[in-house]
T-cell receptor, first 114, second 117 residues
């Protein structure tokens, strides 16, 4: 789905460092989501936002923070409090909830510890 | 909260055979069940979805069945081809028109399908 852009593709974090993953969409979607993917564990929801200036914690929000200042942007910050950040991070978006509104994913960011 | 269990974790079939992946969910209020296919290092892509008011849906070689009473749903791929090899994820969510209801997808653990030529 070319309308959801995640950057960078690869990211390295040093001890004690905060890093921010970018997610931008030009699909005019209302809701945006961040997932973490670890081998053999599927996708787990970190945070989601259904409208601008509002967001909710997912199942594994500890050590992460987000903001939703613009409809098209939903950056994720991995803080130093997240002790095991190495994973594949996927951003997704969808239209306002209702019938037939599936989530579409970006290409992901692979985060590793230096 | 919702929990989705997916089986098997790996599945190997010969080209041309059928493949079946099964998922169970815990929240009876869930009413939307998508399936995603993820090739190595790539984004998950929606391949089919079903809503709770429908028992079965088919799209060419892919079909999904839903048993609301038993709270399980399955993906069926017929006449498998090597390009079907990927990780498949089921998911469940509660869709609704009220703010703060719905939209959160809970994923199964994934099934790695290998189709041998």
């Amino acid at each position: 789905d070319g309308g959801i852009t995640q950057s960078p593709k690869y990211l390295f974090r040093k001890e004690g460092q905060n890093v921010t993953l970018s997610c931008e969409q030009n699909l005019n979607h209302d809701a945006m989501y961040w997932y973490r993917q670890d081998p053999g564990q599927g996708l787990r929801l970190i945070y989601y936002s259904q409208i601008v200036n509002d967001f909710q914690k997912g199942d594994i929000a500890e050590g992460y923070s987000v903001s939703r200042e613009k409809k098209e942007s939903f950056p994720l910050t991995v803080t130093s409090a997240q002790k095991n950040p190495t994973a594949f991070y996927l951003c997704a978006s969808r239209r306002k909830q209702g019938l037939d509104q599936p989530q579409h994913f970006g290409d992901g960011t692979r985060l590793s510890i230096l | 909260g919702e929990n989705v269990e997916q089986h098997p974790s790996t599945l190997s079939v010969q080209e041309g055979d059928s493949a079946v992946i099964k998922c169970t969910y815990s929240d009876s209020a869930s009413n939307y069940f998508p399936w995603y296919k993820q090739e190595l290092g790539k984004r998950p892509q929606l391949i089919i979805d079903i809503r709770s008011n429908v028992g079965e849906k088919k799209d060419q070689r892919i079909a999904v069945t839903l048993n609301k009473t038993a709270k399980h749903f399955s993906l069926h791929i017929t006449e498998t081809q090597p390009e079907d090899s990927a990780v498949y994820f089921c998911a469940a969510s509660q869709e609704g028109l009220i703010y703060n209801q719905g939209g959160k997808l809970i994923f199964g653990q994934g099934t790695e399908l290998s189709v041998k030529p």
